[in-house]
C-alpha cells in the first residue's frame, strides 16, 4: 500500500468521524442528563432551546387555530412560522426568543428596525423561558409599530424589549415601563387576522 492511499484512507476514516461526532453533539444539544441525589441512574432532562420553544408555540397556535396549517419559515421568511389558512392565504410570524435568568418569568430581544420597516411579518412573537415554560407575547405589525414609537432606537438600528412578568405585572421595562399585559398570550390572534 503506498503512503497516498493510506493517507486517502485515514482522511476518509476522519470525515466520517467527524460526522458522527457532529451528530451526536446536535443530539446532546437537545438533552442534558442530571444526577438525581437519591438516584443512582442519571435522568434524561430536556434542554429548552429556541427550537424547542417555537415548536411549542407552534403546537398551541395550531390547536388555538385549527384552520392554519403550520410550518418552519425558511431564512427568506424570517425563521419564525408561517400560518397558511383554508383559502391560501398566509400569515408569517417573526420569532424571538429568549430564556429568563432571575427569579421570575424575563427576557430579553432584539430587534432590529429593518424586521418591523419591511412588510413581510404579520406577527411579531416574543417567547420567554422560565423554568420549562414559556410566556409567550403577540403583537400585530401596526401594534409592534405603535409600540416602538415610544421607545428609543438604539445603536442606530436597534430596538430593546425586556419583558418582565412579576407580582401579577406583566410589563416591559427596557426604556420605560409599559404595561403589556394585552399582548400575551394572544393565542387566537391568527384567527383574528384573517
Known sequence: MSNDSIVLELFGRVQKLEEKVRFLEGKLESQEYVQEEDNEEPVKQTLVTRA?????VADRLQQENPQFSIRKANREEGS???LTDEQGEKLILKYYYSKSFLEFPSGWHTVDISDIENDIFDIYTFAVSYQEEYFV????RDELKSFVS???LNS???????FHIENGKIVEVRDDEYNVSKYYDRWDLPS???
Open 150 to 152: 415610544r421607545k428609543r
Open 52 to 56: 424547542n420553544s417555537r415548536d411549542y
Open 192 to 194: 383574528q387576522l384573517v
Open 137 to 140: 407575547f403577540f403583537y400585530t
Open 80 to 82: 419564525g412560522l408561517v
Open 156 to 162: 442606530s438600528t436597534k430596538y430593546y424589549f425586556y
